[in-house]
């Protein structure tokens, strides 16, 4: 039977690639969600019906002369009557208990950078769980294991690398994938090392000593050290034997303190440990990151940043400076575009500038942009292939921090932040695709036949290159088939973005006009903070005070039913010693009681916040009339 007699008469274009349809067609973005109210529900309900009844006769159709293995009187029986009725109980209970969850779906929930799920990659999600394959080797799952590198050269091209010498991959969430940017990087500022260890030691080869030459092989640019890794591997008339050879001296392979004990030998000087560059406003997944690869947080060197909450060129230069004088190698710089608590987009094209000038003084560091959550905002500036920059003149330096991603090493992006896609959708991509090969792990049973991740290959491989195992096909499959169908442009993503954001901006300058209600800069994305500023607060433990007293009042705590809340915002903190703290007249017009300033975060996902809600105002303009409510409430009370 074919799949299309599934479909209702009007459904003539499921199923069409990408190519089959008119790619000058914009459609109308409505199309891609099933909405607040389920508007869209007669279009989920005829795509699962199809993706089931598919998976249903797929599966009778695997060797059809094959018996059945559950007959008809165990299928039907007694015993079968109460598993159903254990079963739907069960699940009665499930879904009832799921609604005390949040309504992430709502325009009433502006809270973190959650949101509902577009209808392509929810779809492709349900249809890929029944078939569960696991990305982790083209035998377990060759389909999926295709979507995902395949996704991986798509933000490749967005961002600017080369996708036939870069590598990308899905991960379970920024975190693992900002962990794989620091492994890959390690791996690579080493090689060179281990180059020289392999050639002293196999072939008694001597070479210079001292600091001043470990030095210079400690800041050996990424591009180089590929170029020092195909010249010993040909070096000879057998590639692998010299890989051998060489996998002995990767610290990949021999560990941190044999490494070190080696080159001090090798070069008769002390070790010095390298360190990590983050600014003040990194994730706190970079602090983790410290103890699980060994470097300890004492080797994290922070960057100041602006009162934007932006890294700050100049302390950049200052620390770089710090390093180049310590002679401690860089492992890496961490950029962030799109901050957690504020979606601050650094500069990135002036940062990497600073770079490019110590680097040209004789201290390199590789360049890693988190982009976790502002990865995605990249679209707003690419017009098919081609960069643009539709920005309003004062946001023009937005879209250039996106162009100048071509100048980084590394970028992390999660599609189940901006990319509106299922739980959980990491992504990292490596511009230098071979530093893989420096971590890569064969497991007999099923990683040790190809190398290849090219999604052309015979069996692409990805298990031997990531830090995970097993992975869910159905993230790959989900994220592919968004993108097939919302390009990763400005007509597409972008477009969704760029109206957040002008939201963003228009609830700003709401704000403005309230008594009370301040936001603390004009927003980078789509991310709006908010304090509370009245004469009578005289203190920031007051400040904070009413902070907290408004969170109780929009933020989620253990209740019984969400219904309780009529808006959804999130809390964050800033720390006084920030610049936007220390330079704010109203802030340090304060008692300085605190250590922090208690903060409301605003994320703007949902495209009808700008909507009229019943009542006939904006859903905007109902919140801030009762966030001003709540705190005439407490300032009447305090």
Not at 178 to 198: C, D, T, V
Not at 315 to 324: F, Y
């Amino acid at each position: 039977m074919d799949v299309k007699d599934f479909l209702s008469p009007d459904s003539s274009t499921v199923g069409a690639s990408a190519s089959d349809l008119d790619p000058a067609f914009e459609h109308d973005l409505d199309l891609y969600f099933l909405g607040p109210k389920s508007e869209k529900r007669a279009f989920l309900f005829e795509a699962l019906h199809l993706v089931l009844n598919d998976h249903v006769f797929w599966r009778r159709n695997y060797w059809p002369k094959d018996p059945p293995a559950i007959g008809y009187s165990k299928a039907n029986g007694p015993d079968a009557s109460h598993f159903r009725e254990i079963f739907f109980t069960e699940l009665f209970s499930l879904v009832s208990d799921l609604k005390l969850d949040v309504p992430v779906f709502s325009p009433r929930y502006m809270a973190h950078m959650i949101s509902e799920t577009t209808l392509p990659s929810l779809v492709a999600y349900f249809a890929t769980l029944l078939y569960n394959p696991n990305n982790v080797s083209s035998e377990a799952s060759p389909v999926t294991i295709r979507h995902e590198l395949e996704v991986g050269k798509q933000f490749a091209r967005l961002f600017g690398f080369d996708d036939r010498t870069s590598f990308g991959h899905l991960t379970s969430g920024g975190t693992i994938a900002n962990y794989e940017s620091l492994w890959f990087h390690k791996a690579g500022r080493f090689l060179p090392l281990a180059i020289e260890m392999a050639r002293r030691t196999h072939h008694g080869k001597t070479g210079q000593k001292g600091a001043d030459a470990l030095y210079e092989f400690l800041n050996v640019p990424l591009e180089d050290g590929e170029w020092l890794l195909n010249e010993f591997l040909s070096e000879g008339s057998d590639p692998e034997m010299r890989w051998a050879l060489l996998e002995g001296s990767l610290i990949s392979h021999i560990g941190d303190a044999r490494f070190r004990r080696a080159v001090e030998e090798m070069f008769e000087t002390p070790w010095i440990e390298p360190v990590v560059i983050v600014p003040k406003t990194a994730h706190y997944c970079w602090r983790r990151s410290a103890g699980l690869f060994g470097l300890g947080r004492d080797n994290y060197r922070k960057v100041d940043v602006d009162n934007e909450f932006r890294t700050s060129p100049k302390d950049l230069e200052r620390v770089l400076t710090e390093c180049a004088e310590e002679r401690c190698p860089i492992i890496q710089i961490v950029f962030v575009v799109g901050t957690t608590e504020f979606g601050s987009i650094d500069q990135v094209g002036e940062l990497a500038d600073v770079r490019d000038r110590m680097a040209a003084k004789g201290t390199y560091a590789p360049i890693h942009v988190d982009g976790a959550y502002g990865g995605y905002f990249a679209t707003m500036f690419r017009r098919g292939a081609d960069p643009v920059n539709t920005a309003e003149p004062e946001d023009r330096w937005i879209g250039e921090s996106f162009h100048s991603f071509s100048r980084v090493d590394s970028v992390t992006v999660d599609p189940h932040k901006a990319g509106y896609i299922p739980y959980g959708a990491g992504s990292i991509v490596i511009k230098h695709g071979y530093l893989k090969d420096l971590v890569a792990e064969n497991a007999p049973y099923c990683l040790d036949r190809e190398n290849a991740t090219d999604e052309e290959a015979p069996r692409p491989q990805l298990g031997k290159f990531i830090l995970e195992g097993s992975k869910p096909g159905a993230v790959a499959a989900s994220v592919w088939f968004s993108h097939k169908l919302i390009p990763l442009d400005q007509d597409g993503y972008g477009r969704q973005l760029r109206i957040l954001c002008d939201i963003a901006r228009e609830f700003d300058s709401k704000v403005t006009s309230r008594r009370r209600v301040r936001s603390l800069y004009r927003p980078h994305t789509n991310i709006v903070c908010l304090i509370i500023e009245d004469e009578s607060v005289r203190s920031l433990s007051s400040l904070n005070a009413l902070t907290e007293h408004l969170a109780v009042r929009f933020v989620v705590r253990d209740v019984l039913s969400i219904q309780v809340y009529d808006y959804l915002v999130s809390r964050t903190t800033m720390a006084t010693e920030l610049p936007l703290v220390r330079q704010d007249e109203y802030l340090q017009s304060l008692e300085q009681d605190a250590s922090s300033v208690a903060v409301l975060r605003l994320v703007f996902m949902n495209r009808w916040v700008a909507d009229k809600e019943a009542g006939g105002k904006t859903y905007l303009d109902d919140f801030l009339d009762r966030l001003e409510t709540a705190a005439d409430e407490w300032i009447a009370q305090n």
